[in-house]
């Protein structure tokens, strides 16, 4: 980066040195001036086209990529138009070919600055190949014009001075360029006000430029050198602000992005070790006592009467379904991680799905005495994934049953609002605070709290519950209140007129 500046200081520099010699060469030889003036504008707009090419990859800024990519075509006009001016004797059938060829550059340079504003509309990068294409068949039409078929109107004549062609020509560049200045005022706040501020300055002296070069009626005159002078000017500001946005803010953004993703890694390297932590913890108390429970009934199973054994396999059931819930919420967690979950978004029933998680929590409902209301239209439909829906479902359905007193109830529910169709499971628990619902809804993996029966959990269940949420393109509320209770929606769209008509 600091390189990069020193790099700018030392063009700047040069800039300023290139101007003091033009002043000096000026005195003695024209066309020597001319060379140097045109040659410095030229080397600045190839500079342009390699920071571009170079940089296409990192450029974010639709305008001037397109406009980096097209000064290599102008600098190939402006290099003609160097080698055919008056008194450089290389094209000797006639004399005022670079007048010619001053016209085409400032119009394919004008109307360049304009064509940019294109991409900044329709929010797209152009296509390399496809700018490389048409400015060569334009650059080509216009060199075969004015050296081959010679239709190319004059634009000066000997004795007499401009043609109204090329008078008429340079006022016309400067409309379009006045048209570049309102375009950069409409999108200020795309480029930002120092962009603004450097290519705005850059027009500004193009018009000034071709104001000199309209007036002019001698091709030595010092009309023609101020001319230049502005030419000289306007380059070097349209070239900083391709350096600036083209080198400098890329390598800002790359340097961001990796201290974007050392920030992420770390954050999943700590993610990792607490993930396994819950394995080690909350996974061993389950196993531990399925071993004991099989341990038991596998040494002396004749030992138990038949009412000490029913009791034995409940526990041995109830472990099983508790230690099948705690593997099943670790392999989702995963799936959506290591971004493996691919989701079959279909129109689903919610009712449907709640009747199946009610019937899979069954045993545990029994246990603690919990009552189910379930109200809703049977016939809503949302559109999601089915079985990522069904893991929402059944995750918030556990927490409920979890932070439920014995002998409480649950109340599930599915409503219509515009377009969206809302699931609410409320509880009577337990309740949480505002800072453990905040913290509920941002953390990656929560604490695991043990319920009211001292049932544990990994504390992924509504990482789970958020992260599938957001997969279906849906959204979540929490009101909770200590004491009193929890009320979870989820916001999920309903399918589209014709599909739900459909069914």
Known sequence: MNRVKENNKLLSAFMYAALLVSLYLMTSNFLLFHAYAEGFAIVIAVLMFVITWNARHYIDDHYLHFIGLAYLFIANIDFLHVLGYTGM???????????QLWVLGRYM????????????????????LWVMMVYTLISALGILAIFVWK????????????????????????????????????????????????????????IISELFF??????????????????????????????????????EIIFRRLEKKRSQ????????????????????????NLLGVVEVLTNDPRAFDPEEQKELFNELHETTKETYSLVNNLLSWASVNMEGLKLDTMEISPMEIMDEAVNGLKGILEKKALQINISGDPELTIMADAKSAEAIIRNLMSNAIKFSHTGGHINLSVHQDSREVIIQVQDHGVGMTPEQVEKLLVSEIN??????????GTGLGFNIVREFVQLNQGRLEIDSQVDQGT?????????????????
């Open 109 to 128: 340079e004008s109307l360049t600055l304009l064509a940019g504003f294109y991409y900044l509309h329709q929010k797209k990068k152009c296509s390399e």
């Open 151 to 206: 239709i190319f109107p004059e634009a000066f004549i000997a004795g007499v001075g401009q043609t109204p062609f090329k008078i008429i020509s340079g006022y016309m560049v400067m409309g379009i360029l006045m048209l570049v200045l309102v375009g950069l005022r409409y999108y200020r706040d795309h480029f930002g006000p120092h962009l603004v501020r450097l290519i705005g300055l850059s027009v500004a002296m193009t």
């Open 89 to 99: 004797n290389i094209f000797p059938n006639y004399d005022y070919h670079a007048n």
């Open 447 to 456: 604490e695991s709290t043990v319920g009211t029966a001292n049932e544990r």
């Open 265 to 288: 890694l770390t954050k999943a390297n700590e993610t990792k070790m607490k993930l396994f932590s819950i394995i080690g913890h909350d996974l061993r108390s389950p196993f531990n």
């Open 214 to 251: 309209t007036f002019y009626i001698d091709n030595y005159g010092i009309s023609n050198v101020m001319g230049h002078y502005f030419k000289i000017i306007s380059f070097y500001l349209i070239y900083k602000s391709i350096v600036e946005k083209g080198i400098q803010e890329p390598y």
């Open 487 to 503: 009320v979870i929606r989820l916001f999920f769209q309903s399918p589209p007129r014709g599909l739900a008509a459909g069914r």
